[in-house]
């Protein structure tokens, strides 16, 4: 059959599309699921839309192929507008009986095409595999430059990015904490309260934690911001080009805003220097209203001249102390950290969590 690729306008509601959209994103749960075997990566159509939507940060490209008239994969590019100038994101989803036909190959020229229209040198991109996938022990692995971790050599997704110019750059570990264990101990949530008042002790009345649900408080507004720069770029980014995001208290606010149309609620835990008053880390977990069950972590932080004092345990700790109390039906968190951050890995191998999957980081440069 004939494959056609277009763009398709991101519409501002659900009714402007005529039904497009929706299939589009029908596809890209079908991708989730077929992968994981699961729909905690789901995304209802509404959240997508949201999500999709410009920002005064944030310009996004819709691609899609289809076959017979039928739409069976997707190409999204997301432009960064104030930061990271000469850099796109990408995402290329087909469904998989579409696939060997052509169809990732034919998106990616058109996304190439939109990059490179808008300025744009340095396309990043992400893939995942399951850890038990079928990789079987003969399986070979692709191994970035860092060293650590990696992905496997026959997944579609490295064939076709290693056959189109791609380099791998970094390989992420996938992680996830089942709650129940917590729950269903006595004994675990004071284990988590050990694990905190143990990486307190380390510098006792140095530092203290402060916490919020949804809103950053004003008065700590700007500290979160240089924070979420800093996210950017302190944490292992192997061999990404990854550039400064500039932040401050109205993208913050801006951020804050998308999250409460999107029904999703977040709790942030932020760990404060007693001596200079400011914010020297945080960590941050997020959950959908469509999803209770399914907890994500988000960014985890601790300034580099603030380290050495176990405040990433202790911030991790103290926010899922919250999260078993403030949301009781939440079942799991998933986690994303570089193979070679073995510091919050070990952080997190001690908090309970087990390696799910593994994340290969692609980029090319464009003639």
């Known amino acids: 059959m004939a494959i056609t690729i277009e763009q398709l306008p991101i519409p501002a509601t659900l009714d402007a599309s005529g039904g497009d959209f929706a299939r589009s994103a029908a596809v890209s749960n079908a991708v989730e699921s077929a992968l994981w075997g699961h729909d905690d990566f789901r995304l209802e159509v509404e959240e997508r839309l949201t999500l999709m939507q410009p920002t005064p940060d944030r310009e996004r490209v819709l691609g899609v192929a289809r076959e017979d008239g039928a739409i069976v994969a997707n190409a999204r590019l997301s432009i960064p507008q104030r930061d990271n100038l000469r850099t796109a994101y990408l995402q290329i989803e087909v469904l998989p009986a ?67 110019g791609f380099d791998l750059v970094q390989v992420d570990r996938q992680s996830v904490l089942e709650l129940a264990g917590l729950r269903g101990s006595a004994a675990a949530p004071h284990g988590l309260a050990a694990l905190e008042s143990g990486a307190a002790a380390t510098a006792p009345g140095r530092y203290a934690l402060l916490t919020w649900t949804g809103r950053c408080p004003d008065h700590l507004v700007e500290d979160y911001a240089l924070l ?26 801006q951020t804050e805003e998308t999250a409460l149309e999107v029904g999703t609620s977040s709790l942030v835990c932020a760990v404060r220097h007693e001596t200079t008053g400011h914010l020297v880390g945080h960590t941050i977990l997020e959950r959908f209203a469509s999803r209770p ?69 692609w980029q090319k440069v464009l003639p």
């Open 98 to 164: 579409h696939r060997r036909r052509g169809t990732a190959t034919a998106l990616l020229a058109f996304i190439e095409q939109q990059a490179a229209s808008r300025g744009r040198a340095v396309l990043m991109s992400w893939s995942d595999a399951r850890v038990d996938g079928p990789d079987g022990s003969g399986a070979r692995f692709l191994v970035p430059p860092t060293g650590a971790g990696g992905f496997p050599a026959d997944d579609a997704s490295a064939v076709l990015a290693l056959r189109s």
């Open 293 to 361: 069950a399914v907890v994500y972590q988000e960014d985890t932080l601790v300034l580099k001249e603030h380290r050495g004092h176990r405040l990433g345990m202790r911030l991790k700790a103290a926010n899922l102390r919250r999260a078993l109390v403030e949301w009781p039906d939440a079942q799991r968190v998933y986690t994303w950290n570089a193979e070679e951050n073995t510091f919050m890995l070990d952080v997190n191998v001690a908090l309970g969590f087990r390696p799910a999957g593994r994340t290969a980081g």
């Open 228 to 253: 979420r720069r800093r996210m950017s770029t302190d944490p292992p980014l192997g061999g990404f080009a990854q550039e400064e995001e500039l932040w401050d208290a109205a993208r913050i606010r």
